[in-house]
C-alpha cells in the first residue's frame, strides 16, 4: 500500500513540475491584490506551465527574498506599484542580490503610475535609462489603435516580425504566428547604454514612436526623452551567472482584455493581438524554460591513439579505452582531437543544439593568450545532444595549455569550459636519429670521409715501412 501511495505521489509530482530548468517557486509582487482578476490568463497559463505562485503586496511586512541565506524563491514578478516605493524587502540592492543568486526577475512599468526611485536605481545598475519625469509614455501617430486611442494615439501596434528587427545571427525565441499586432498600451520606454554587452532589446520602438511627457501642453515636442529605434520598449539582461531580467514597459499588455482584444490600424483591418503568445514567450525566455544551454561530455584525445583504439576495439577493455581520453599530458606537435557534447533545454526536455547559420562555436587552446582559435563542427547528433569537435597539431611549444570554449549569445546561457593540460617536450629517445635529418647528411658524410680517411693512412703506412740490410759480418775489434 505504502510503495502505492508512494508512485502516485511521484506522478503527481511530475505532473505539476515546472517547466522551467531552474525551479518552480515565483513570488508575484502586487499592491492591490484585488487587481489579480485582471491578469487570470496570465496566471492560468504560467500555472498551467508548473509554477506555484504566491502573491505578496509589498507593503507586507512579512515579505522576504531570501531565507537562511538561501532564495526563498526562484522567480520574481514585480509590479508597478502606486504608493513611492517598494518597502525595504525589495531595495535595489536585495533585488541584485537575487539576481546574483541565480534569481529571475520580471518587471513590469506603467505610464499611469510613477516609477519610484527603488527601480529607477536598480535599472541604472543594469544601464538601462527610464525618462526623468518617470509619467512619459511611448506614441506614434502612424501605428495605433483607431478604436481604443483615437485621440491619443497611446496604444501603440506592432505588426507581426517586430520583435528582434531583422536579426538572422541569434536564434529567436519570440516569433510571430502572423495573426495579427501586439499590442503596447500606454507604456514606457527605456533607452540602453552602450556600455554593456548583457543587454538585449527584444522589442523596439517604430521609426515613427517616440516618449513624451503628457502633462506637457506643448504642441511640438522639442526634446523627446528617445525617438524610433533609440526606444527599447521591452528589454532583456542575462548577468554573467546566467540569471535573466527582463523589463516590459506595459503591464496593461498582460491584462486579460489585450489578450482576447481586436484592435484596428489605419489600413482599417481589425485583427486578433498576439499579446497572449507574446507574454508566454518573454514569460518562458525570463523563467528559463528556453534558451538553456547543456554541455555533456567534454573529451580530448591523440587522433593517432583514438584511431589505434578503433582498430583494437574488440581486443581492449573498457578500462583501457578510458585511459585514452582526457589525458593530463601531451607532446609538442602532437595531433588532437576534440570535442564536446552541446543540448538546449526546450520547457520539457533536452535537444540538439543546432547553430545558427551565420554564428560560430570556436575552441581556443591557450596558454595566456590563444595559439589556436579553430571553429568546431557538428559532426554527429543524437536525441538530446550534438557533438562538435575539431583536429590540430599543438604548438611547438610547452607548458600549461587550456582547452577551452566561451560561448555568449544573446538569450542564450553562457558557456564557458575550461579543462587544464600540460604539453611537454621530446624526450631524449623521441628525437629523429641524425641519419633521418637530410639536412645532417652532409656532417654525416664528413665523419665518414675522415674514418674511412684514417683507416686508408694507417693501412697505408703499416704497409709502408722501409726494409732494412742485414750485416754480412761482425764489425772488426
Do not use: C
Amino acid at each position: 500500500m505504502r510503495g502505492l501511495l508512494s508512485l502516485l505521489l511521484l506522478a503527481l509530482l511530475s505532473v505539476v513540475q515546472a517547466l522551467s530548468s531552474s525551479g518552480n517557486r515565483l513570488l508575484v509582487v502586487i499592491e492591490e491584490l484585488g487587481d489579480k482578476a485582471k491578469y487570470s490568463k496570465f496566471w492560468g497559463d504560467l500555472e498551467e506551465r508548473g509554477f506555484r505562485l504566491s502573491f505578496e503586496s509589498p507593503k507586507n511586512e512579512k515579505l522576504f527574498l531570501f531565507k537562511h541565506g538561501e532564495r526563498a524563491y526562484d522567480h520574481l514578478i514585480l509590479f508597478p506599484p502606486k504608493s513611492k516605493g517598494l518597502g525595504p524587502a525589495l531595495t535595489p540592492a536585495l533585488l541584485l542580490q537575487f539576481i546574483n543568486s541565480n534569481g529571475n526577475i520580471l518587471l513590469t512599468l506603467s505610464a499611469d503610475s510613477p516609477t519610484p526611485s527603488a527601480i529607477t536605481s536598480l535599472l541604472l545598475e543594469l544601464d538601462i535609462n527610464l525618462p526623468s519625469d518617470r509619467t512619459s509614455l511611448v506614441v506614434d501617430h502612424f501605428n495605433y489603435d483607431t478604436t481604443s486611442a483615437a485621440d491619443k494615439h497611446d496604444i501603440v501596434l506592432f505588426q507581426p516580425g517586430a520583435t528582434l528587427g531583422k536579426r538572422q545571427d541569434i536564434k529567436n525565441y519570440f516569433p510571430s504566428e502572423g495573426k495579427g499586432p501586439i499590442a503596447f498600451p500606454r507604456g514606457v520606454g527605456q533607452s540602453l547604454g552602450n556600455a554593456s554587452p548583457l543587454l538585449a532589446p527584444v522589442l523596439r520602438g517604430g521609426e515613427t514612436a517616440y516618449a513624451y511627457n503628457p502633462k506637457d501642453e506643448a504642441e511640438v515636442i522639442e526634446d523627446p526623452f528617445a525617438v524610433g529605434q533609440q526606444l527599447s520598449l521591452v528589454t532583456t539582461m542575462q548577468a554573467r551567472n546566467s540569471a535573466r531580467f527582463a523589463v516590459v514597459g506595459s503591464v496593461e499588455m498582460l491584462e486579460d482584455k489585450w489578450f482576447d482584444a481586436k484592435v484596428k490600424g489605419l489600413d482599417g483591418k481589425q485583427t486578433p493581438t498576439e499579446n497572449q503568445q507574446f507574454a508566454q514567450q518573454i514569460s518562458a525566455w525570463t523563467f528559463m524554460e528556453v534558451g538553456v544551454l547543456k554541455v555533456g561530455k567534454v573529451e580530448h584525445y591523440l587522433t593517432t591513439t583514438s584511431s589505434t583504439s578503433e582498430k583494437n576495439d574488440n581486443n581492449s577493455s573498457a578500462g583501457e579505452e578510458i585511459l585514452d581520453l582526457n589525458p593530463k599530458i601531451y607532446r609538442i606537435k602532437n595531433e588532437v582531437t576534440f570535442s564536446i557534447q552541446l543540448s538546449e533545454y526546450t520547457q520539457t526536455h533536452l535537444t540538439p543544439y543546432t547553430l545558427p547559420p551565420t554564428d560560430a562555436l570556436q575552441l581556443e587552446f591557450s596558454m595566456l593568450s590563444p595559439f589556436h582559435r579553430l571553429s568546431l563542427r557538428p559532426t554527429s547528433t543524437t536525441a538530446n545532444y550534438t557533438t562538435y569537435n575539431t583536429t590540430f597539431t599543438l604548438p611547438d611549444q610547452h607548458g600549461i595549455f587550456n582547452f577551452r570554449v566561451n560561448y555568449k549569445r544573446p538569450f542564450l546561457t553562457t558557456i564557458d569550459e575550461k579543462h587544464t593540460v600540460t604539453v611537454r617536450h621530446f624526450a631524449h629517445d623521441e628525437w629523429p636519429r641524425s641519419w633521418e635529418i637530410s639536412g645532417g647528411w652532409p656532417w654525416i658524410a664528413g665523419i665518414g670521409v675522415t674514418v674511412v680517411g684514417w683507416v686508408v693512412f694507417v693501412a697505408v703506412w703499416l704497409w709502408s715501412e722501409p726494409a732494412y740490410e742485414q750485416s754480412k759480418g761482425r764489425k772488426a775489434q
